[in-house]
């Protein structure tokens, strides 16, 4: 059965692995600790964290992987028959996220422009979850984790490429060298600059009214239909795990700030 990130979070918990550059989830070829954090999120979700047999390693993860991509293009990883996965690694907890080129995503849609022909053939699909995995991270070792859906933060993606078009317009001006963009989504965490590209807030910002989000190593945020979709072995392994507390969290909705969306937010310390 492929992964999912229920059995990552499980798998977390149970090996609290901290160094990014360690050969306990990474080869001796890692040369950047964004690098070190894909890895590692590869390796959460696998259950690979103290494989030392590096070519039983890559199969494992081909077993479950139907895509591994490049830093210019979306997504970094899709699980086979399951969720995209943006890997971020910031080095403070606050500080905002790049995203260069490719504006925040809801979803990952086949017919997406930002994705390559590789990506888009892995599967047969027209639409996947997006799941953004953002680490912080400081002298090579990681000191938080959020795992955040798409859906619970960014907004549809009409709001970007409306954005884009006039971003496109402006770039086109010859009166125009160096511009910003703001608010422009309903949340107001989104920003684009012609030097800098593409950001967006951190979640620690985003859903700052949620409870103690800054007393846990892990928080994992998802809509309450997301988690209902789950295998029942994997909630249950979840719900019956002490070290976790999972609870019922009402989210502003990314499209219309009238309504609030229901969500599981999901915690736990891994970091002793």
């Known amino acids: 059965m ?25 080869s001796n070829r890692i040369n950047s ?8 999120i590869k390796d959460a979700f696998c259950g690979t964290f103290n494989f ?11 077993d479950n992987f139907s895509y591994s991509g490049n830093q210019n293009n979306p997504p970094d990883i899709i699980i086979r028959n399951g969720d995209a996965i943006e890997v971020k690694k910031l080095e403070s907890p606050n500080s905002a996220i790049a995203l260069n080129s490719s504006y925040p995503k809801d979803k990952l849609y086949t017919d997406s422009p930002m994705i390559t022909e590789a990506c888009r053939n892995c599967e047969d699909w027209k639409e996947k979850d997006l799941l953004y995995s953002i680490g912080v991270a400081s002298n090579k070792i990681l000191r938080s984790l959020w795992f955040v859906y798409g859906d619970c933060y960014a907004a549809n993606k009409e709001v970007y490429e409306k954005a884009l078009e006039e971003i496109q317009n402006i770039k086109e001006s010859p009166l125009q060298v ?15 600059s012609s030097k800098e590209g593409w950001a967006m807030q951190n979640p620690n910002q985003v859903f700052n009214y949620l409870e103690n989000i800054d007393k ?6 998802m809509s309450l239909d997301k988690y209902s979709s789950f295998p029942i072995e994997n909630i249950a392994e979840i719900e019956s795990n002490k070290k976790i507390k999972i609870q019922n969290v009402k989210i502003k909705n990314p499209n219309n700030t009238a309504k609030l969306l229901s969500a599981k937010l999901i915690q736990a310390n891994f970091i002793s």
């Open 52 to 62: 030392d047999d590096e070519e039983h390693k890559q199969e494992i993860f081909a």
């Open 178 to 192: 160096d511009f910003r963009c703001e608010k422009i989504d309903l949340l107001d965490i989104t920003k684009y």
């Open 216 to 221: 846990f190593d892990i928080n994992c945020l």
């Open 33 to 40: 600790i964004g690098e070190g954090l894909e890895v590692y």
């Open 2 to 26: 492929p992964t999912n990130l229920l059995i990552a979070l499980k798998n977390i918990i149970q090996n609290p692995v901290v160094d990014l550059t360690s050969k306990s989830v990474s």
